[in-house]
């Protein structure tokens, strides 16, 4: 089973990709502004768009290298998915690699999160949309997480 991967090389020292992966200011500018986001291993992380949410138990920290979240509890919106739950049990883990003081090379994989899951596509785009906004917040200091609208 070949698990979703994605290579970034980002030009941000990893302390900084480090902070952007673990605090709630990091992952509100990124990834989501609708987040709880806890800092030590064992509390958890609960990131939401829209009617879709995950809830991601922190399950390692390595400052500057290492970072890993179990998926305790996850519900996804999306046309035609039947399979809301398909994230509960899979593992994201984000490997950072210094390259030089400025430049960082991360190795996301999202365990479980295969070709025959229902939302692979989705979330495969998904990934690359925020891996991408990483990226940019990172670099340049602005990312373009999800905003929820108000009606």
């Given at each position: 089973m070949n698990s979703f991967k994605h290579d970034l090389i980002l030009a941000a020292p990893a302390m900084k990709v480090y902070e952007a992966l673990t605090t709630q200011h990091g992952i509100q500018n990124w990834w989501t502004k609708s987040s709880e986001v806890g800092t030590t291993v064992g509390e958890t992380i609960t990131i939401r768009f829209g009617q879709t949410f995950k809830v991601m138990?922190?399950?390692?920290?390595?400052?500057a290298t290492e970072v890993r979240w179990n998926v305790i509890d996850a519900h996804l919106v999306a046309p035609g998915l039947t399979r809301v739950n398909e994230w509960i049990g899979t593992t994201i883990l984000f490997l950072l690699t210094p390259q030089s003081s400025t430049v960082t090379r991360v190795q996301l994989?999202?365990?479980g999160l295969t070709p025959q899951v229902e939302c692979y596509e989705i979330c495969s785009?998904?990934?690359?949309q925020f891996l991408g906004s990483l990226q940019s917040y990172v670099e340049t200091g602005k990312g373009s997480p999800y905003i929820e609208l108000s009606a």
């Open positions: 138990r922190i399950e390692g920290l390595r400052p994989e999202h365990i785009q998904g990934w690359n």
